[in-house]
């Protein structure tokens, strides 16, 4: 049997065990509330189900039939030089699956002069050979399609380039389909617009990098040191600039808020010149582009960052490249979506003709805005082009902000326990203002839209919803469970939690005792 | 004080004085020491926030100085005097002067009233103790401004036991505006200067009172120099909320290097709670030893705080000696010190693994730390628990037989 106790010490010991139990729920348990309280602002979320509702409806644009994603064309005799129409169909259907979803565009080829009896397609692929354009060019005048090609040079690429050209530049826009009819095109399944929207990104700004890439080999050369010599650097940039003034001062800065340009001299060292030459040309016929862009070792491009709410800047290269020698009398020229365009040299270094080649590439890695830069005159329908693509850019931003916004939605939704700070109100709140500010901006009138406000303020309703997605404190929070945090509470209080209830136990039984 | 302690000052004088002058880099070698220094008590970045106020920029806003302002005053005064380089003349007769200061303090606690009746060291094994101390000339040769927050503590600690409370409220002050930690002896030291007169509501009010204005008064000073109060941020807060997340010899810095941003306030204040949990039990089962209750808060605080460094260790030590008389009931003493002794050896040799070599990892220090924490709890409760023996037994007659079972 324990000894008695003094009362004294009985009192002293009551007097611990509450000074302990005072610290520990006076000061514990209020700060373990308000650190481990998970705080979550409303989000206004009918507000997002309502915007996404107001898209689905077509946003109050008026609708039109389909636009008819498959689409018959006629191709006329002089179009064939032997080649089939199945052959210039499958080249077509390459090409489509290389930019587009071809299972929900295609193009159906006819042969026009063999249709007898058959209801005429609606379009005709018309061809006509011509010495003096160095290169296929393309031209629709309503239904009708017309391929320049060099004479005695028709092949099934470039027929198939020529109506592929023709519907990136021109059918789905040449018809003036309503917006609400190919937003429905534009549905993450089918991806035309979007895989179309690739090559041709609406940014705030863009940065043209013409580069004279030249290529050495143990022979040197005269074609290098000609290029090398301060006058021909001095012409090169002369041209460069002419191609950028044309770009500044055009149609282009309407929808721009920088144009830049920069150009510099690269050295391609080859070893073995005439081998690695051929290679260089197997690699261009083959189509292996990308294969052969990397092994250029251009010079690394500055990115400029610009103070618009997009932020975004297109970076085109143009690499003029001139071999060791020449090998055949012509120049060779392709363009790469997304990246830019090159034209190797031919017999002699002709700038003029290659900066007018770089201006075509241009046009066909802005399209489907033409901006002609080719000949200098103006484009035949310009106005309305770059009007629909304003219009369906600024679509694609606002189904980008109510596709984020709406799996934001699904994340507060969905994990409780996920803290919501303010920040993301504020941000989700800022979406949705530039989201009805861009929607006025597209249903009003021409002059508006063709000043780009609606897609600024499309692009900063999209940017403003990933942001709110993204926000730092939310995402860090996301991925502590409750079992976590028991696992985390039991063995940092357990130990402390134990000794004080053996006490407090004790206490009350001791007072207990002592009542009657 | 007799002539052995008086040649013990000279000793250790010249001991630290010969250090610096035949090893005039070892300050550098000790100030870059986690164990010996933090960033809370490092002379390096004293100098550099005395630079910045010297130019007309505020220390504060950085984030390299975390001191108190008030060290700025002091290290600009004795600038007057000569370069305050931590080697130069006037930096090393500073802190020689002032480690002798902080063992006269000591010699004179042992003399007071409140340890007459029990059995004590003589003074020169008292001030030898703290003087030749191996952790305390390490902190003190690393300039640690550790040094003068300790220095004060033990100040406001003699003159409480000589009933000068004015002053030992206004050295508490001082010591609590330069290490926070050193506020939690508040209530016991309300023992100390309520032992005379009792401890009334007046008394206890009249103490608080004075503690707040001086403690104020010293916060204004920082306001004034700085032009703000958010230097309150650099200093308190970066102590309190541990926003210096370096390697030291403490628990803390481990778990928050590992741990997710959501649960990092709560383990913050859980800490912080779990140092300031035991002042008032402490203080009420030892009300009639407050000395021993301050003892026992440094203790603790020690091994508990966010930036601790074995000069903690050096001063609890010191103020273990001032109590001979539970010596004989200590239990663990050998344990105790052997762990110590291991952990002060491994420690350097595992961090240099760790950091220079790159053969080791966080766990070595940790678990060194973690060696270090054990010891320092070994020998907090022992005497604790000798402590509260003897003030069963009674001091001087033991009538009572305590039996374990």
Avoid at chain 2, 52 to 79: M, R
Avoid at chain 2, 243 to 263: I, Q, R, S, T, V
Wanted: with cysteine; net charge neutral; aromatic share 12%.
């Amino acid at each position: 049997m324990l000894p008695s106790e003094s009362t004294e010490a009985i009192v002293l010991r009551r007097k611990v065990v509450l000074s302990f139990w005072a610290v520990f729920v006076f000061l514990g348990l209020p700060l373990w509330f308000h650190t481990t309280t998970i705080h979550r602002t409303p989000v206004p979320l009918s507000a997002i189900e309502t915007l996404d509702n107001e898209l689905k409806d077509g946003l109050g644009l008026s609708r039109d039939d389909d636009p008819g994603l498959h689409i018959a064309v006629g191709v006329k005799k002089n179009c064939l030089y032997g080649i089939t129409t199945r052959e210039i169909s499958d080249e077509l259907q390459r090409l489509l699956r290389t930019e587009w979803t071809s299972s929900v565009f295609s193009l159906d080829l006819v042969d026009a002069d063999e249709c007898s009896g058959c209801s005429m397609p609606k379009y005709t692929l018309n061809c006509i050979g011509s010495d003096r354009t160095p290169l296929p060019k393309t031209i629709s005048e309503g239904l009708e399609i017309t391929v320049y090609i060099p004479s005695n040079h028709g092949s099934k690429e470039i027929i198939a380039n020529g109506l592929y050209d023709a519907f990136v530049g021109d059918f789905l826009f040449f018809n003036k389909h309503d917006l609400g009819s190919i937003d429905r095109a534009m549905s993450p399944t089918t991806g035309i617009l979007s895989t179309m929207y690739r090559g041709a990104t609406y940014a705030d700004a863009i940065h043209l990098s013409f580069t004279l890439l030249i290529a050495l080999d143990s022979s040197g050369g005269e074609r290098a040191i000609e290029a090398l010599s301060p006058e021909f650097q001095t012409e090169w940039r002369v041209h460069a600039e002419k191609v950028w003034n044309t770009l500044k001062f055009g149609e282009l800065n309407r929808y721009v808020s920088s144009i830049t340009f920069d150009t510099d001299v690269g050295f391609q060292y080859m070893t073995d010149g005439s081998d690695e030459w051929a290679r260089v040309e197997q690699d261009v016929s083959s189509d292996k582009l990308s294969s052969l862009l990397d092994t250029w070792d251009l010079q690394p491009i500055t990115l400029l960052t610009t103070s618009s709410n997009s932020s975004a800047v297109k970076v085109l290269q143009f690499v003029y490249f001139l071999p060791p020698y020449s090998t055949n009398t012509k120049s060779l020229s392709f363009t790469v979506a997304n990246w830019g365009g090159v034209v190797m040299a031919g017999d002699s270094p002709d700038l003029p003709a290659a900066m007018r080649t770089f201006g075509r590439q241009i046009d066909k890695l802005l399209s489907p805005v033409s901006f002609s830069l080719a000949n200098g005159s103006k484009s035949r329908k310009t106005l309305p082009h770059r009007h629909e693509f304003a219009r369906i850019a600024t679509i694609m931003n606002l189904r980008g902000a109510i596709e984020t916004l709406s799996a934001l939605s699904r994340l507060v939704t969905s994990l409780q326990e996920m803290a919501v700070p303010s920040t993301v109100r504020d941000l989700v709140d800022s979406a949705i203002k530039e989201w009805h500010s861009a929607v006025v901006n597209l249903r009003s009138d021409f002059d508006q839209v063709a000043e780009n406000q609606g897609l600024r303020h499309a692009a900063a309703a999209a940017q403003f919803a990933r942001q709110a997605v993204f926000d730092k404190d939310m995402m860090l929070n996301m991925f502590v469970p409750f079992e976590h945090k028991i696992a985390v509470y039991l063995p940092l209080l357990g130990p402390v939690i134990v000794p004080l209830v053996a006490g407090l136990r004790r206490v009350v039984v001791e007072s207990r005792k002592k009542e009657p | 004080m007799d002539s052995k302690t008086w040649a013990v000052f000279v000793a250790s004088a010249v001991l630290k004085l010969s250090l610096n002058f035949l090893f005039p880099s070892l300050h550098s070698i000790l100030g870059q020491h986690v164990e010996v220094t933090t960033s809370m008590t490092s002379f390096k970045q004293l100098k550099e926030g005395l630079h910045l106020y010297e130019i007309g920029i505020s220390p504060y806003d950085g984030g390299v100085y975390h001191q108190a302002p008030i060290f700025l005053l002091l290290f600009k005064f004795l600038g007057k005097f000569g370069s305050t380089a931590p080697n130069s003349p006037t930096i090393n007769v500073f802190y020689v002067f002032t480690d002798i200061i902080t063992a006269y303090f000591l010699c004179a606690i042992s003399k007071s009233q409140s340890l007459a009746k029990t059995n004590q060291l003589a003074d020169w094994v008292i001030a030898s103790i703290y003087l030749f101390n191996p952790l305390v000339v390490a902190t003190n040769i690393s300039r640690s401004t550790a040094v003068l927050s300790n220095a004060a503590m033990i100040g406001s600690i003699a003159y409480a036991c000589y009933n000068r409370n004015i002053l030992s409220v206004m050295f508490l002050a001082l010591a609590s505006h330069t290490n926070i930690y050193t506020a939690y002896l508040f209530p016991p030291f309300l023992l100390l200067w309520t032992s005379a007169t009792g401890a009334t509501m007046a008394s206890v009010t009249k103490y608080l009172i004075f503690y707040i204005a001086m403690s104020a008064g010293l916060t204004s000073i920082g306001y004034f120099m700085t032009g703000s109060l958010q230097y309150l941020s650099a200093t308190y807060g970066s102590l309190l909320f541990f926003k210096d997340l370096a390697p030291n010899m403490g628990l803390w810095w481990y778990f928050f290097m590992e741990m997710f941003d959501f649960f990092r306030p709560l383990f913050t204040y859980i800490f912080q709670l779990y140092s300031l949990i035991y002042v008032l039990p402490i203080t009420f089962r030892l009300h009639n030893c407050p000395l021993v209750a301050i003892t026992c808060i440094v203790g603790i605080t020690t091994i508990s705080k966010s930036y601790p460094e074995v000069g903690d260790l050096g001063v609890y030590i010191s103020l273990l000696s001032l109590f001979k008389f539970i010596f004989p009931n200590v239990r663990y003493a050998l344990l105790a010190a052997l762990v110590i002794l291991h952990s002060l050896v491994l420690a350097p040799n595992f961090y240099h693994l760790w950091i220079y070599l790159g053969s080791g990892n966080a766990n070595f220090f940790y678990a060194i730390t973690l060696v270090y924490t054990i010891g320092m709890t070994i020998i907090i409760t022992d005497t604790l628990r000798a402590a509260l023996l003897i003030e069963f037994q009674g001091t001087d007659n033991p009538s009572k037989t305590v039996i374990q079972i």
